[in-house]
């Protein structure tokens, strides 16, 4: 059983940045996959950034060169650095480890 906690969430404006970060319980952290999804009001759970095991990323197309995933496995944490935030990056930022267990959500909305 993993259980994950995420913050960072908030209100910015457009073109600012927000950190992401996702606290998991358990000693198994480092083994799992960790990702971000978000869901934006009346759309469907889209994947924002999955991290491997072995700290290798992989972006969703919309999302790469202004967002960056990284995890710190001495702290149990993956982080979602966004950059260049635009009003459509508004959602509900979801951690998941192995694709099993998910977080409860960080709410961002990116103001014009």
């Known amino acids: 059983q993993v259980q994950l906690a995420e913050s960072g969430g908030g209100l910015v404006q457009a073109g600012g940045s927000l950190r992401l970060s996702c606290a998991a319980s358990?000693?198994?952290?480092?083994?799992?996959?960790m990702g971000w999804y978000r869901q934006a009001p009346g759309k469907e759970r889209e994947l924002v950034a999955i991290?491997?095991?072995?700290?290798?990323?992989r972006y969703a197309d919309s999302m790469k060169g202004r967002f960056t995933i990284s995890r710190d496995n001495s702290k149990n944490t993956v982080y979602l650095q966004m950059n260049s935030l635009k009003p459509e990056d508004t959602a509900v930022y979801y951690c998941?480890?192995?694709?099993?267990?998910w977080g409860q959500g960080t709410q961002v909305t990116v103001s014009s």
């Open positions: 998941v480890a192995g694709q099993t267990y």
């Open positions: 358990g000693r198994t952290f480092s083994s799992y996959n």
């Open positions: 991290i491997s095991s072995g700290g290798r990323p």
